[in-house]
């Protein structure tokens, strides 16, 4: 019996696959890592297998193109091994259906997955407050019912064009079984022969999926025969691989229509299912001159991707590139800092100040309201919309009032743009409900499967495709796609040159938004403002000088002659919010190329810009506000208990110091934070208070139900958030620290508000 599992064909494909195929079983380990939330949780990548969304929700259609897109995995995974180690196994030439015999007993590795990712998803949903259990069912049978339905047509594909060994040849064949004498000595010579052989194999499954013997093997008389077998089924795999990846490409013309814009995780799968049938269609044509034909094409590729065709730039959207590029050296810059540069941005800055300080009673001082809001993805876009919902509630909106500056990286200052856009509407709106919900659902729409979509038809080939904004033609990538779907999730209210702004923050009706973005060139900052800002270039702690390196260039002012002005603000917004491989570094029209890419590498709280801003206008504000309230939104808890140390493993000690930095980069910048905020609150002629809002789910309390903590994981770093992430998102507001800097900002706006009515009445 044990020799009879040993050499079963399941059993004997498994080994050779460790043995030979260890890459394609690596991709399967991978995507059971994801799924068992040991990889790429921070990422929120398992959940996009999990909770699959498609037009914006999880349903029974998500589920059934997660089926499409496993199996069409797992069919890949067989084409290709079946090209490369078919032949091994001369018996299967002899069946009926020699490939689909081939497919049953090759499904160890994909049968462990699918158990497993069932296994899992299935208690995801069950844990995840749907309006019924028998959901979790309905999402089960759509899964299945994608698995199926493709099983179902490729291998009928096969059932009707692959023909075994018996039609084939079937004039020839029975003269030669007659001449073949296939007494017991014969049959049990053959079937020593097998033992010793690497690749013996005793039992197979059949389509019964039962075990059955392996006849006596003939190959030795049908050698070239059994081989056209091969030949003829390999073709025809071949022909289907590239089907699929022709028509995956084809989706690529169609990629902004919403219907094709797959689950995120789904166009993964499809993305790998593509390289493993590479490899397949690769082996088929150069058989042992595979490696060396890779290996040469990696280099070619590598070599070329520097020329023009490969390597087309990611636009910034509504900039003139047909000018001539602006040089980028240190002359350049020494110019853009001249002191009476300076002097003139500062200038229009004050006139901006003043038009904020005349909408208060003159007879007192107006608090100035700051707001700095961190990065994060669109967890943090959806909890900075959600915090100044809830500062706008306090004193019909007096907080919202005096907020004269916004600051921020990446996801916060998504959503503070959109509030403010919202804000600026309802001046002249009065339906407008800033409170509203539907404006949390929309911020949090999912953004990422046109993205990842995007890549897997678009952006991994030569980008060909063109749209036209403010009469420029542009390539379209991931950076179009997530401009586009954000644009779409937010009723268009976005979409507009950030000159449209320069109005309304002149007369103060709106807060100043500097969006900063990070220079990978130099580690700069570029700040894109409808108004010049040249002083922010200046330092904290000291004067400008010479000897001091530049801190930020003005987008406005350095690219005045490429139409800086019409600079679409969605993607100003993305430039700020640019995760490395998700959406594409920008390129700008500067000699060298200026790149830039998400700033939160350099300040991803936004403190930084308003502490500088104070520092630049501490005169102006000691003279005329009573003093500086700075808002901070955080994404994360500000300071968490101190993690236990476990004896690292080998493995351990080569990543942690990895991990280290990245998990600590929080860390370090807060410290680096709260010494600067220190110094100012002591050294500036004014009062300075700071009043901070952190997302902490694991310290809700749900009072209602049980009176203690709910065990809520902290949302992922994503484009793309669950039902449950976005629950745990906005319940932080009831945290303890959260409902006190409310209570702080009630207790400063709405006493001051009735001291002043009060003074009025008199």
């Not at 058989?287 to 991707?305: D, P």
């Amino acid at each position: 019996m044990r020799e009879k599992i040993l050499y079963s064909f399941p059993v004997q494909l498994f080994l050779l696959h460790l043995r030979k195929n260890l890459a394609l079983i690596l991709i399967w380990a991978l995507l059971i890592g994801i799924i068992l939330e040991k990889f790429g949780v921070v990422l929120g990548i398992p959940f996009l297998f999990l909770d699959p969304e498609y037009l914006h929700q999880v349903s029974w259609m998500s589920f059934f193109l997660m089926g499409i897109g496993f199996a069409v995995l797992t069919m890949a995974f067989h084409m290709t091994t079946y090209i490369m180690d078919g032949r091994q196994f001369t018996f299967l030439a002899l069946l009926k259906k020699p490939f689909i015999h081939f497919c049953i007993n090759n499904s160890i590795v994909p049968l462990i997955f699918y158990l497993i990712y069932i296994i899992r998803f299935v208690s995801f949903q069950l844990d995840n407050d749907l309006e019924s259990n028998w959901e979790v069912l309905y999402y089960y049978l759509g899964f299945s019912g994608g698995s199926i339905a493709s099983y179902a047509v490729i291998f009928g594909y096969f059932a009707f064009t692959n023909k075994d060994f018996f039609i084939l040849f079937a004039g020839t064949l029975d003269k030669r079984l007659r001449k073949v004498k296939f007494s017991r000595a014969n049959v049990l010579s053959q079937y020593k022969d097998r033992k010793v052989n690497k690749n013996k194999i005793l039992y197979f499954l059949n389509l019964r999926l039962q075990p059955e013997q392996v006849r006596p093997d003939i190959s030795r008389f049908e050698g070239s025969q059994l081989l056209r077998v091969f030949d003829q089924n390999h073709l025809n795999l071949f022909l289907i691989q590239v089907f699929l990846i022709l028509f995956v490409l084809f989706l690529g013309f169609f990629k902004e229509k919403p219907l094709l814009q797959l689950p995120a995780a789904m166009s993964g799968t499809l993305l790998l299912a593509i390289l493993v049938m590479l490899v397949g269609a690769v082996s088929f044509w150069l058989r042992s001159w595979s490696t060396v034909a890779v290996f040469t094409f990696i280099v070619l590729v590598n070599y070329f991707s520097n020329f023009s065709l490969l390597n087309r730039p990611h636009e910034a959207y509504g900039i003139n590139y047909s000018k001539d590029p602006v040089p980028y050296n240190l002359q350049k810059l020494d110019e853009l800092l001249h002191a009476d540069t300076v002097a003139k941005d500062k200038n229009n800055t004050i006139l901006i100040l003043e038009n904020w300080k005349k909408k208060f009673n003159s007879e007192s001082k107006p608090k100035l309201v700051m707001i700095a809001a961190s990065g994060g993805g669109q967890r943090a876009a959806l909890w900075t919309l959600s915090v100044m919902q809830n500062i706008h509630s306090i004193a019909d909106g007096e907080v919202i009032r005096h907020t004269e500056l916004l600051t921020g990286a990446s996801g916060g200052v998504l959503g503070e743009a959109f509030f403010r856009e919202l804000y600026l509407r309802s001046l002249t709106d009065t339906t407008i409900n800033l409170s509203d919900k539907k404006y949390q659902d929309q911020i949090s729409a999912d953004n990422l499967n046109p993205i990842i979509f995007t890549l897997l038809v678009n952006d991994l080939l030569i980008r060909n495709q063109h749209f036209e904004y403010n009469g420029y033609q542009h390539l379209k990538d991931r950076g179009f796609a997530f401009e586009n779907q954000l644009n779409l999730n937010t009723d268009g209210i976005l979409d507009k040159p950030i000159s449209a702004y320069e109005e309304p923050e002149f007369t103060a009706d709106i807060p100043l938004l500097p969006v900063s973005t990070l220079i990978t060139n130099d580690g700069r900052k570029l700040v894109i403002s409808p108004h010049s800002m040249s002083f922010l270039g200046t330092s904290i702690m000291g004067k400008l000088g010479k000897e001091e390196k530049k801190q930020t260039i003005d987008f406005k002012r350095y690219f005045a002659a490429h139409s800086a002005d019409d600079l679409r603000f969605l993607t100003a917004l993305r430039m700020c919010a640019t995760f490395p491989f998700i959406t594409p570094n920008v390129q700008l029209p500067t000699d060298p190329v200026m790149e830039t890419m998400d700033t939160g590498l350099s300040d991803n709280f936004g403190i930084q810009d308003a502490l500088r801003f104070m520092y630049v206008f501490q005169d102006w504000i000691r003279a005329n506000t009573a003093g500086v309230v700075l808002i901070t939104i955080r994404d994360s808890e500000k300071s968490k208990e101190i993690a236990p140390s476990f004896p690292p493993k080998i493995l351990e000690k080569i990543f942690t110091p990895f991990k280290n930095i990245y998990s600590n980069w929080d860390n370090v910048q807060t410290i680096q934070n709260e010494v600067l905020f220190n110094y100012m609150a002591e050294s500036m002629p004014f009062d300075l208070e700071k009043i901070e809002f952190e997302y902490a789910p694991e310290k809700v309390q749900d009072q209602a139900l049980t009176g203690s903590q709910i065990a809520m994981q902290r949302a992922s770093l994503n484009w793309r958030l669950t039902a449950k992430e976005k629950k745990s998102i906005l319940a932080s507001i009831q945290t303890s620290k959260n409902q006190s800097s409310l209570h702080r900002l009630r207790a400063l706006f709405e006493f001051r508000e009735k001291i002043i009515e009060t003074e009025s009445d008199k």
